[in-house]
Nanobody, 124 residues
Framework: VQVVESGGGLVQPGGSLILSCAVS????????IGWFRQAPGKECEGVSA????????YYADSVKGRFAISRDSAKHIVYLQMNNLIPEDTGLYYC??????????????????WGQGTQVTAAS
């Protein structure tokens, strides 16, 4: 299984970014793909997840209405569209895989595979 994130960067508050997660070796027929983030001095937080079988989406309260998760099953890619970014969104964003159907909100320790992470910084 390989999980590769891309799309992070530096953006001014109010700006937008799209993160991509390319997955190989993982069936998109069941389980879930999610995004977690780690900010300095803070616990790793579940940001969003999508169930691969039926497309049900989950979001952290802090990003509802601003972030959107989507998938391209044919290309095995999951996207995280992030709009109206605020400084509190700054962190290392990880794409994660779960072979089971996760509960939400979900503890980071329950997910099976992790990418290397991509840095997102919202600052003036």
């Amino acid at each position: 299984v390989q999980v590769v994130e891309s799309g992070g960067g530096l953006v001014q508050p109010g700006g937008s970014l799209i993160l991509s997660c390319a997955v190989s070796g993982f069936t998109m027929d069941y389980g879930a793909i999610g995004w977690f983030r780690q900010a300095p001095g803070k616990e790793c937080e579940g940001v969003s997840a999508i169930l691969t079988r039926d497309g049900i989406r989950y979001y952290a309260d802090s990003v509802k209405g601003r972030f959107a998760i989507s998938r391209d099953s044919a290309k095995h890619i999951v996207y995280l569209q992030m709009n109206n970014l605020i400084p509190e969104d700054t962190g290392l964003y990880y794409c994660t895989l779960d072979y089971d159907t996760p509960k939400w909100p979900s503890g980071w320790w329950t997910w099976d595979w992790w990418g290397q992470g991509t840095q997102v910084t919202a600052a003036s």
